[in-house]
């Protein structure tokens, strides 16, 4: 199908995209256009909607409306062509767990349409550069939850995508696993790539991203180049801070029974 209109620069295009769970509404109309090339940060309180928009920006949770498009490809009219360009590391990520390291790898090439030779070449290197050589024979069931992470990163690059979608990556990962992966995916940017990745961590995101999208409430509360989000905050927390409203709530004052002898 042919790429539908869309600026060269623009990775991921998504339109009026709005999910409702019963009478929960957890995604109200999100509108996006997300750069390419560049580290994009999607960060928002607890159920601010992230997750449930990443599911449904990578065709794994069909919208109630609206539409997203990737490399000018719809998620939904095009899975194929969307699902050859993306890679995705979800959120509590199930894997083949009865396969060794290496094996989840040189299945996932075989399904990618890689041909044997490249996928163990690739894999090699994946394993070596992401430390898991020495466990790669390892069940994947046996593996702690940076070590998942880390062969779920592995899978995901496998087949070189355009627009790499991570859901909380560094979440359970050491600080030198975690530094290893940031490696990677300086790495992978700096070649035109593009990630997407939702965090809580906003320091994580002032140090790694270009470009931010903060949610709260379903909604997109502010979207660009870190500096622009930012503005005259002192950090991206404080500017989150302000964004999701709640300032001066969340010092606890209320708690006045917690701590002190009143037990
Ligand atoms: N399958 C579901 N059924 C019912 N409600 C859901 C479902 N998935 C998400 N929700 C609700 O939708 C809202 C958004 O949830 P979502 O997981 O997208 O938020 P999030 O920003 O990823 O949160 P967190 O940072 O805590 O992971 C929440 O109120 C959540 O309870």
């Known amino acids: 199908m042919e790429a539908v209109g869309q600026s060269a620069r623009t990775a ?9 769970f019963g009478e ?29 928009t990443l599911s449904m920006v990578t065709g794994l949770l069909r919208p109630d409306t609206g539409r997203v498009l990737i490399g000018g490809h719809d998620v939904w009219q095009d899975p194929a062509a969307v699902k050859a360009r993306i890679g995705v590391l979800p959120e509590g990520l199930r ?25 163990d070449k690739r894999a090699t290197q994946l ?13 994947v069931i046996d593996y702690s939850t940076g070590m998942r992470k880390k062969i779920g990163l592995a899978a ?32 992978y940017t700096a070649s035109g790539a593009t990630v997407v990745f939702s965090s809580h961590v906003m320091e994580l995101v002032e140090s ?18 870190l500096a622009d989000v930012r503005g005259d905050a002192a950090t991206l927390q404080d500017a989150f801070l302000e964004l999701v409203g709640v300032r001066g709530a969340a010092d606890g004052d209320s708690l006045d029974w917690l701590g002190g002898g009143a037990r």
Request: net charge neutral.
């Open 156 to 187: 995901a690059l496998l087949h070189n995508p355009e627009v790499l979608f991570l859901d909380e990556p560094f979440e359970g990962v050491d600080p030198v696993s975690a530094q290893t992966i940031r490696g990677v995916l300086e790495r």
């Open 95 to 119: 894997m083949f767990e009865r396969l060794s390291g290496r094996e989840l790898l040189a299945y996932t090439g075989r399904l990618r349409g890689l041909p044997g030779e490249e996928v």
């Open 208 to 225: 790694l991203c270009s470009w931010v999208a903060v949610m709260a409430g379903g909604r997109i509360r502010a979207h660009g180049p």
């Open 127 to 139: 394993l070596d550069v992401l430390d898991l050589a020495g466990s790669q024979h390892k069940l």
């Open 24 to 52: 929960q509404v957890a995604v109200a109309g999100v509108d996006l256009e997300i750069p390419a090339g560049r580290f994009i940060g999607l960060v928002g309180p607890n159920g601010a909607g992230k997750t449930t």
């Open 12 to 20: 991921v295009r998504v339109e009026g995209l709005w999910k409702r």
